[in-house]
């Protein structure tokens, strides 16, 4: 039936890979990472910016690990 061949067709989709260049990736959440914490002027905000730069420090090691 059509439900049945449409399911089929999506569960076959949401089965493939995604495709980047990680290389581009991380590069472009490092330029973003270095931008948004290169500036603290208070110490609240140097350890605002130090936890948001381990959060994408986290992101950059998923990226690299291929999303696991």
Known sequence: DMYYERQVLIDRI???PT??????????LEEVKN???????D???KER???YAQGMNKAIE???GGGN
């Open 43 to 45: 110490e609240a905000q």
């Open 14 to 16: 949401k089965a493939q």
């Open 35 to 41: 931008k948004d914490t290169e500036i603290a002027l």
């Open 49 to 51: 910016c130090f936890w």
């Open 19 to 28: 495709a980047y260049d990680v290389d581009k990736v991380v590069e472009k």
């Open 62 to 64: 998923i990226v690299k």
